[in-house]
C-alpha cells in the first residue's frame, strides 16, 4: 500500500513525515495504527491519524520538544501524548501491553513495551490490531486483520472473553463495526460477546452514547446485527425489551414491534442522529398501549404520546450526555410521528406554527420511513396519508413569501396593544396575541397591523 493511499489528504501526509522524520533522527520507531489503517485497507479516507511509536512517555516528549512541535499530554498516564503539528491534532502512544483490569475499563498496570507486535496484541480486534511501516510502505499485520477486512469477519485478537472483559464497550463497538462493514463475527467472538452482558453494566452512559450516535449515523442498516444481538440492545435499552416479538396482529403492518423499529430506522434516509434515534423509539409505547377488538386485530390507540414519555426516560437514564435540542427534538419526533399534514397552506402553517420549518424535514424523513414499512392492501386510509412533496413544497412557498408563523411574526405586538388600546400589562395581552396569530394562520385575517388591531379591538 503507497503512502499516498492510506494518507490521501497531502497537508496531514506532510505532517505525519514531519512526525516520522523527528523521531527516527532520535533513533525511534513511530508507525501510524489502528482505524487509520483499517480504513485504507477498506478503501474509505480516515479523518484520524493515530501513531504508536517505542519512545517511553518520558522520551516523546523530549523528542516533540526538540523538534520544536507543540503538544499536550491529558493521557500521558496511559502513554499517550497529542502532537499539534500546524493545528492539526496527532495521538501518539508508546508501545505498551495492558494488565489487571479492575474496573471493566481502565488496566490496573501499564507495561511499555519495545516491539510493535506487542501493542498491537493488546488491541481488541483484528481489524483495529495493523500498523504501517512508512518507510517499507508495507502494513504490519501479524493478526490477519487485512485477511478479515476482506472476508467480512469480526474477530477479536486473542481471548475474546478476555478483551470483553477489559473493556465492556468493546461490545457494542463490535456490533458498530460489524453494521459498518456488514461482517460477521467469527464464532467465539459472537459467543463471547452474549456470555459478557453483564460488562455492559460498567460501561459510562456517554460512552454508549457516543457508540449509539457513531452506529445511527453512518448510513447502514442495522436490524441485521440488532435483531441477532437483540440481548445486547435491549440490556443497553431495557424499555426495548417489551418490543421484541411483540406480535402487531394489524393488517397494516408485517414486522413485529422491534422488527418495525429497527426497518424503520433503516428506511430513514439521512444521516442525522436525532431522526434515526426517534425511528429507533418511535413505537416503543405499543406495547403498552394494545388493545384487541373482537375480531381479534391489535390496536395501539394513542401509542405515540405513551412511546414520546418513554423515550423520555431512556433518553435520561440509558444515555447521558445528549444536547438539549437533540433531546427535545427526539422527544418531538417521537410524539408526532403519526400525525398527518393535508396539502393546504392552512394545514402546513398550524404545524410550522406548532413545531418549527426546520422540523417539518426531519418529520418528513420519519413519516415516509414509517409509512414505507406498513402495507395498504388498496388505498391507505386517508388520515395517514401525507403527500410529503407537496407539503414540502408548500413549506418552502410559506417560508419564501415570509408568512407568519409565531408571536414574533405577527404585525403588532403587546407594546402596540397597550399602547393602541390603553391595555395594561398582563395575560390578557399573551391571551390576545395567541388568538390573533391563530386568525393570521387560519387565514381569517392577514398579518397587517390595523386588521390586527381592529381584531383586537373586538377580542377585548
Not at 390595523?450 to 377580542?459: N, V
Amino acid at each position: 500500500m503507497k503512502k499516498e493511499e492510506l494518507i490521501p489528504d497531502v497537508r496531514s501526509r506532510e505532517d505525519i513525515d514531519r512526525l516520522y522524520q523527528v523521531f527516527t533522527a532520535s533513533g525511534y520507531q513511530l508507525y501510524p495504527v489502528g482505524g487509520c489503517v483499517r480504513d485504507a485497507v477498506a478503501g474509505t479516507a480516515s479523518h484520524d491519524y493515530d501513531m504508536c511509536t517505542n519512545a517511553v512517555p518520558a522520551r516523546v516528549i523530549q523528542i516533540l520538544q526538540d523538534g520544536q512541535i507543540p503538544f499536550h499530554a491529558p493521557g500521558i498516564d496511559f502513554g499517550t501524548v497529542i502532537a499539534d503539528v500546524r493545528g492539526n491534532s496527532y495521538e501518539i502512544t508508546s508501545f505498551r501491553s495492558e494488565r489487571e483490569y479492575t474496573d471493566g475499563r481502565h488496566p490496573g498496570k501499564i507495561v511499555f513495551e519495545k516491539e510493535i507486535n506487542k501493542d498491537l496484541s493488546r488491541r481488541d480486534f483484528t481489524i483495529n490490531a495493523m500498523a504501517y511501516d512508512l518507510q517499507s510502505e508495507t502494513v504490519i499485520d501479524p493478526f490477519n486483520g487485512i485477511s478479515d477486512l476482506q472476508n467480512g469477519i469480526i474477530k477479536c485478537v486473542g481471548d475474546p472473553f478476555e478483551r470483553f472483559q477489559e473493556d465492556g464497550l468493546r461490545i457494542v463497538r463490535a456490533l458498530r463495526f460489524a453494521i459498518r462493514y456488514g461482517a460477521d463475527f467469527d464464532g467465539k467472538t459472537a459467543g463471547a460477546i452474549h456470555e459478557n452482558l453483564g460488562m455492559l453494566q460498567n460501561v459510562s452512559k456517554e460512552r454508549i452514547l457516543m457508540e449509539f450516535r457513531k452506529i445511527l449515523s453512518m448510513d447502514k442498516p442495522v436490524s441485521r446485527v440488532f435483531v441477532e444481538y437483540a440481548d445486547v440492545i435491549t440490556c443497553l435499552i431495557p424499555e426495548l425489551k417489551s418490543c421484541v416479538h411483540f406480535e402487531q396482529n394489524n393488517k397494516y403492518h408485517k414486522h413485529d414491534v422491534y422488527e418495525h423499529l429497527l426497518a424503520v430506522t433503516d428506511l430513514c434516509q439521512t444521516t442525522k442522529f436525532e431522526i434515526k434515534m426517534a425511528a429507533l423509539l418511535h413505537d416503543i409505547g405499543k406495547p403498552d398501549s394494545y388493545t384487541e377488538d373482537e375480531d381479534g386485530h391489535g390496536h395501539f390507540y394513542g401509542h405515540p404520546a405513551v412511546s414520546a414519555e418513554i423515550a423520555k426516560g431512556v433518553l435520561k437514564t440509558d444515555f447521558k450526555g445528549l444536547k438539549t435540542e437533540e433531546y427535545d427534538r427526539i422527544v418531538a419526533l417521537v410524539k408526532t410521528h403519526d400525525k398527518s399534514i393535508s396539502s393546504s397552506r392552512k394545514s402546513v402553517k398550524r404545524f410550522i406554527a406548532a413545531h418549527g420549518a426546520d422540523f417539518l424535514d426531519d418529520w418528513a424523513v420519519l413519516k415516509k420511513a414509517d409509512f414505507d414499512d406498513h402495507i395498504f392492501p388498496s388505498e391507505p386510509p386517508k388520515n395517514w396519508f401525507t403527500d410529503i412533496p407537496d407539503v414540502l413544497k408548500i413549506r418552502d412557498e410559506l417560508v419564501a413569501e415570509e408568512e407568519c408563523f409565531s408571536l414574533k411574526d405577527l404585525a403588532v405586538n403587546g407594546k402596540d396593544l397597550m399602547k393602541e388600546l390603553g391595555l395594561k400589562p398582563g395575560k390578557k395581552i399573551g391571551a390576545i396575541l395567541q388568538q390573533m396569530l391563530e386568525a393570521v394562520i387560519n387565514e381569517t385575517v392577514t398579518n397587517n397591523r390595523d386588521e390586527l388591531l381592529s381584531l383586537a379591538q373586538k377580542l377585548i
